[in-house]
């Protein structure tokens, strides 16, 4: 495996990773770094936790340091705030002496406006706040030489899509990079549009055998006492997946209540609110974490152990960004997904589309003695299948559909 100076790099980004101890590419960086240097086109596909945000700044860096001009000149484009303060630190831990701005809602204007106006050269935003900073005449797009969509398939997905397109019509033809944990095939629509005959990488975790997921049947009216009697039995830090604001706001609430030292992160939170909660959780001191789909891509947290799907996510991939919470970088971790006498017809078409076949994790000697053991097939296949109405949401309209998941869930 090459090193960083191996592939070219300039002095002074070799000597921000070797201040970060980092002086080998992982295979992610390895494989996209040459490309992107070269002025390629590429789309990156690797799990989370594998290295992709270095492997897109790095090159875009090199970009910018070559010459002083009026910007912004790259543009990386993320779907939450999180994300954004997180690719904003990794920016910042390279020491570039180039000038950023970041841009996301929920808090004010002022600091962001300032750092507009001093002309950044890279700008790292969500689409609403960059599209509302354009519209107040402090942003444009058309000197955009390097343009980032990270977690590129919710970014090109029908909640975002129309103001993602609307960015990349303002920009003029720069080098774009599409950087996800999942790249579904409709994805490749958007890549022939948008691309010029992209290189793609595609790295497969070489850890990924360390993740432990199984299925567990859990009836709504039980799920609680369930989930409460797991986090005794966890000593580490544990993430949990509800589908909605609310029902993440009621869940950490009734944690809260039976002694357990959870946050939770949900779109209706203040941006001050999300930062305390995200900062706890880090440091420790509340060892759960309720979330939404918010916590679900790109966070870089490696301390989680476990990861449980209270309530079933909405699509495969976003099964796949949940439970990349955990077994991060080499660590164990393990997941559970919670499947009801109520929940059959919404795991079948999670099945159908694509969702892995789960073992189901006996409960019994999971709950009396916190072992995880998984169940003979022989006897599940005896055991009728489950059933359920379809949900009242699967009965929208598709567009109906949409609008009011994503309105939902974050």
């Known amino acids: 495996m090459p090193t960083f100076t191996e592939l070219g790099l300039s002095s002074r980004i070799l000597a921000a990773l070797a201040r970060q101890s980092i002086d080998t590419p992982v295979p992610v960086q390895e494989e996209a770094i040459p490309p992107l240097r070269a002025g390629r086109d590429v789309v990156i596909e690797a799990p989370t936790g ?39 630190k990794v920016f ?33 935003g969500t689409p609403g706040r960059l599209l509302d900073m354009i519209g107040k005449g402090l942003l444009s797009l058309a000197r955009v030489q390097y343009l980032v969509l990270d ?3 919710e970014m090109l997905d029908a909640g975002f899509a129309p103001d993602v397109e609307r960015l990349i019509a303002m920009t003029r033809s720069p ?19 948008h691309m010029r005959n992209p290189v793609r990488v595609k790295v497969v975790h070489e850890h990924e055998s360390l993740l432990e997921h199984g299925l567990l049947r859990v009836d709504k009216h039980e799920r609680l006492q369930v989930l409460s009697r797991l986090l005794h039995l966890n000593e580490g830090a544990a993430i949990l997946f509800g589908r909605t604001k609310h ?5 950490n ?15 209706n939170l203040s941006q001050n609110a999300r930062e305390r909660a995200m900062a706890a959780f880090r440091g420790e001191r509340a060892p759960v974490l309720v979330a939404t789909n918010i916590a679900a891509r790109g966070l870089d947290i490696s301390h989680v152990g476990l990861v449980v799907n209270y309530d079933l996510p909405d699509t495969p991939q976003w099964l796949t960004h949940r439970v990349g919470r955990t077994a991060r970088m080499g660590a164990a971790g393990r997941a559970l997904t919670f499947v009801g006498s109520d929940d059959g017809a919404a795991w079948s078409k999670l099945r159908r589309q694509g969702a892995p076949d789960l073992r189901e994790v006996d409960r019994q000697h999971l709950l009396e003695e ?23 949401a699967a009965r929208r309209t598709p567009r109906r559909r949409q609008r009011w998941h994503r309105n939902r869930s974050l």
């Open 50 to 88: 594998s290295g992709k945000t270095l492997a897109f700044l790095v090159p875009a860096i090199e970009k910018l340091s070559q010459a002083a001009a009026p910007g912004p000149r790259a543009l990386v484009v993320v779907p939450t705030r999180e994300l954004a303060i997180q690719v904003d």
């Open 151 to 153: 977690e590129a398939d």
């Open 175 to 193: 080098q774009t990079v599409l950087a996800s944990a999942t790249m579904p095939d409709w994805v490749s629509r958007m890549i022939a549009k």
């Open 253 to 267: 609430r009734d944690l809260l209540a039976m002694g357990h030292r959870s946050v939770e992160l949900q779109g």
């Open 370 to 392: 916190g072992g995880w053991r998984y169940l003979d097939r022989s006897t599940l296949s005896a055991r009728p299948a489950p059933t359920a109405p379809v949900a009242a």
């Open 92 to 124: 910042r831990g390279l020491d570039t002496g180039l000038r950023r701005a970041l841009l996301y809602g929920g808090v004010g204007y002022g600091v962001q406006t300032t750092d507009l106006r001093r002309q950044p050269d890279l700008v790292i």
């Open 247 to 251: 029902g993440v706001k009621k869940l």
